[in-house]
């Protein structure tokens, strides 16, 4: 993919950012549910918990995290960042992908129990392992996106190496009659 305009990167990147904090957000809110549930004696509390946390994870964090993997990898296809170059975009990359497909396998459970609760007579969760888990792997993605390490990949020296080499081009830009170095 070619290098995207300055103003396209921004609109990019401010998507990616948007749903990024979104995914972020909703499973913070899932996080809350979950502890409250856990937390409840009350069953018909934990059945409405269950439903609400089916809602979350179907209408905000699946959907944030599909569009956050997808904006993802058109920011990093379209910046000098790359999508393989730097070892902390390839971590970016299996972390976020590792966590969307663990999210899409949960999915169904937590439909499952939503259905279930009506009739289960202790419809509490087992732990908060997987809510917390989820975030913790999130905050990782972040932290990595803020931090950026050092370190290029094999692909990354390689390309590297291959763009010193090419001669700089110099732009005209016709002013006038005249032309001069852009």
Do not use: C
Request: aromatic share 8%; hydrophobic share 50%.
């Amino acid at each position: 993919m070619a290098a995207m305009s300055p103003g396209w990167r921004k609109v990019v990147l401010l998507a990616h950012i948007t749903t990024a904090v979104g995914w972020l957000g909703a499973v913070v809110a899932y996080v809350a549910l979950d502890a409250a549930a856990l937390s409840s004696e009350d069953p018909e509390r934990i059945r409405a918990l269950w439903l609400a946390r089916d809602l979350t994870v179907r209408y905000a964090i699946v959907p944030l995290a599909v569009a956050s993997v997808g904006i993802g990898v058109v920011n990093a296809l379209g910046t000098p960042w790359g999508l393989f170059r730097h070892y902390w975009v390839v971590m970016k990359l299996l972390l976020t992908l590792a966590a969307t497909g663990v999210l899409l396998q949960e999915t169904s459970s937590i439909t499952f129990m939503a259905k279930t609760s009506a009739v289960d007579p202790d419809p509490r969760p087992g732990s908060l392992l997987h809510s917390v888990g989820g975030l913790a792997v999130l905050l990782v993605i972040t932290t990595l996106s803020v931090f950026k390490p050092r370190g290029l990949t094999g692909y990354g020296w390689r390309r590297q190496r291959r763009d010193r080499q090419r001669p700089q081009r110099t732009a005209r830009v016709k002013v006038g009659a005249e032309s001069r170095p852009g």
